[in-house]
């Protein structure tokens, strides 16, 4: 089994401020960024145990193909990537809200929906009612907006727009742009999916400022921060009731409820085996080559830390010697 990058520990002269966030090392200097995808991969707002191969390189250079694509929409923080897992570009502030559409009724959106209807309760998410009489993957109207705000630590929490405003954490001025936004990158999304075959189900983009300019921050359409079904059949799957067919780490949420954990307090958390690490791994370079069209070329893993501090030896990231 190919090896997996758990985490970095680089240290750059002049030292660099550090952030170890669920899936990225994030290292800071000044007005720049380093970011380090690693294979970790978290669910439920839990880091799994074990880290999945070439994870974090899929990871990247899904964010880098989309973050190319949606520049005339809006500024983003990316300037370049000299390793097939690191990105480097621009350090906002990052505005402490996760913007999340959903263009179907699934995952949380779907659990929220079926609780309230199995205790009588009015359909509502982010200050949102639902439409009745919806069964799971179905489609929306129009695509909704249902933010939540970014916790350092445990579960991001669901909030209104009308929540974010009372409370000052957004402006109404700021909210609009994020707003518009949002549904911008989320209709491109869907127009390259479905160019690729795929439908966009929902997804997340986060936004920071710099000199009083919103950018697109972190990463965008990717497995780790977005779902896809496969169009073809959808509507005759939906018809019958069946399960979608889809490219997400859905499955492997769907794997550690099956196996009793779903991120709640006493809960153990299972390890995955090797066969069903390998099923992951598979299944992030299936969604890389079906969403993209490039086929993936996995970079070597015997020693991916050696080859990191190689690849950022003609930068201004240049590793400290013997760190």
């Known amino acids: 089994m190919p090896q997996a990058l758990r985490e970095t520990n680089f240290t750059f002269d002049p030292s660099a401020e550090f952030y170890r966030g669920k899936v990225r090392d994030v290292y800071r200097r000044g007005g720049e960024l380093l970011m380090v995808a690693s294979d970790r991969i978290s669910a439920f707002d839990h880091v799994l145990p074990r880290a999945i191969p070439h994870k974090g390189q899929i990871l990247n250079q899904t964010a880098i193909h989309f973050l190319e694509a949606t520049r005339d929409i809006c500024p983003n923080w990316l300037e370049l990537s000299p390793d097939p897992n690191v990105a480097i570009g621009k350090a ?37 009612e639902m439409p009745a009489g919806m069964r799971e993957n179905d489609q929306f109207a129009e695509p909704i907006l249902t933010p939540a705000t970014k916790a350092e630590e445990g579960h991001d929490e669901d909030i209104s727009r009308e929540e974010l405003l009372e409370r000052g954490i957004l402006t109404k001025e700021l909210w609009d742009k994020l707003a518009d936004y949002t549904r911008r990158l989320f209709a491109r999304g869907t127009a390259m999916a ?122 201004a990231w240049k590793v400290a010697e013997g760190k």
């Not at 009724?105 to 779907?110: E, I, M, R, S």
């Not at 997340?204 to 896809?228: A, C, M, N, Q, W």
């Not at 069903?276 to 299936?286: D, G, H, K």
């Open 92 to 128: 906002c502030d990052a505005i402490p809200v996760e913007m999340v559409i959903r263009g179907y009724l699934v995952g949380h959106a779907w659990r929220t929906y079926k609780k309230a209807e199995q205790e009588a309760l009015p359909r509502v998410l982010c200050g949102l």
């Open 194 to 315: 479905a160019e690729r075959g795929l439908i966009l189900v929902d997804t997340k983009y986060e936004f920071g400022i710099l000199d009083g300019e919103v950018y697109l921050i972190d990463e965008i359409h990717t497995p780790d921060s977005s779902r896809y079904f496969y169009a073809e059949g959808y509507a005759e799957r939906q018809a019958k009731g069946e399960r979608q067919k889809q490219l997400s780490k859905e499955f492997v949420r769907e794997w550690l409820m099956e196996n009793g954990f779903q991120g709640l307090e006493g809960q153990a958390m299972p390890e995955m085996p090797d066969d069903f690490l390998s099923l992951v791994t598979q299944r992030y370079t299936e969604l890389y080559e079906k969403i993209t069209g490039k086929q993936f070329e996995p970079a070597p893993t015997d020693d991916i830390t050696g080859r990191i501090r190689e690849n950022l030896v003609n930068t």
